[in-house]
């Protein structure tokens, strides 16, 4: 049996190596009241989305996923990650896929995509949320969406926490759930694109559930595992601490908003890269639903113009890795 979650973390991977399997969180769990994210900035942009869009938006503080450098939130549908281009690793909301639930007239957005940053500097909360989210599944079978889930992903900025929050949902159809028959939820270390990793699994009442240990390897558990019984209810936390205060260590910045810049972001044949650093960072381009392009290569100090003439019309995320730090740019070919 294979794991569509562990493979769909491992889409921005390209090799896997030997590393220790130590969980870097302690996880727990508590109540607290939902309160939805008020006067906070969309990173939908008001589009009507759908099932696999990634949404890419800058964190604001320095912040760590494991020992991963994580300078943007990166969220592809059902799994928040970071990525050091070998590997990924990530937290696994649900293996359901989610879906704007205006897609059915394609007339207004309904689910917004937003975040926002509270609290003082060195105290700072990340905080991103989906907000009445449709099932891709429930459109694709032609039926109403009257079905949707609210949560939200917070970063601390001062101990690396990160913390799943649950609000209301209404989910009737056990069959959103398709990897495991059961909603999948956890955290996901170092998983490449082979399908090899170890994925952390909740299991279980979801009001108080527990956590497994399950090795990939060539996307197939070696293992048998559950999952949890129901989507969470409304008020469940789920937290993940630091074993580690690992996050507040500062990670040289190779990139600046004033160091790099990519243009146009609307292009037909190239995009061109300034950067003013003097390292030679790595580049890699992915559509935005988080598909591989085979485009890659290595920056160097001045003007770099890259050739993407090759690729289809569409929305496409330009990736820079320098040491521990990356920047993500987007950009249309038309």
Request: aromatic residues 14%; charged residues 15%.
């Amino acid at each position: 049996m294979k794991c569509k979650l562990l493979l769909a973390m491992a889409m921005l991977g390209s090799s896997f190596g030997a590393f220790a399997q130590v969980m870097p969180y302690t996880f727990s769990y508590y109540n607290q009241a939902y309160v939805p994210l008020d006067s906070a900035t969309r990173i939908d942009s008001g589009v009507i989305w759908d099932g696999g869009t990634m949404f890419v938006t800058p964190v604001g503080f320095h912040f760590l996923i494991d020992t991963i450098n994580c300078p943007d939130f990166i969220f592809n549908d059902n799994t928040v990650f970071a990525d050091t281009g070998n590997f990924v690793d990530g937290f696994i909301i649900s293996d359901a896929d989610f879906t704007d639930r205006g897609i059915d007239s394609m007339i207004k957005s309904k689910s917004p995509v937003r975040y926002k940053v509270t609290g003082p500097a060195k105290e700072r909360i990340f905080k991103a949320e989906y907000f009445s989210a449709g099932f891709d599944l429930q459109f694709q079978q032609g039926l109403p969406l009257t079905d949707s889930v609210n949560f939200q992903v917070w970063f601390y900025e001062d101990s690396g926490t990160v913390e799943i929050r649950f609000g209301p949902s209404l989910v009737s159809v056990p069959d959103y759930f398709q990897a495991i028959g059961q909603d999948l939820s956890g955290y996901g270390q170092h998983v490449d694109t082979n399908g090899n990793g170890y994925l952390y699994v909740l299991k279980g009442n979801p009001a108080h559930p527990t956590m497994q240990t399950v090795h990939f390897v060539g996307g197939a558990p070696t293992t048998s595992f559950s999952g949890l019984d129901t989507w969470p209810p409304n008020g469940t936390v789920y937290r993940y601490t630091r074993k580690n205060p690992i996050n507040l260590v500062q990670v040289p910045a190779v990139f600046t908003d004033e160091n790099v810049d990519v243009f146009p972001t609307v292009c037909t044949n190239q995009v061109t890269v300034r950067f003013d650093g003097n390292e030679t960072p790595d580049y890699n381009i992915i559509s935005i639903s988080g598909e591989n392009m085979n485009l890659k290569g290595q920056v160097n100090h001045g003007t770099n113009r890259i050739d993407v003439s090759n690729l289809a019309v569409g929305t496409y995320l330009l990736h820079l890795q320098g040491g521990a730090d990356s920047k993500v740019f987007r950009f249309v070919k038309m």
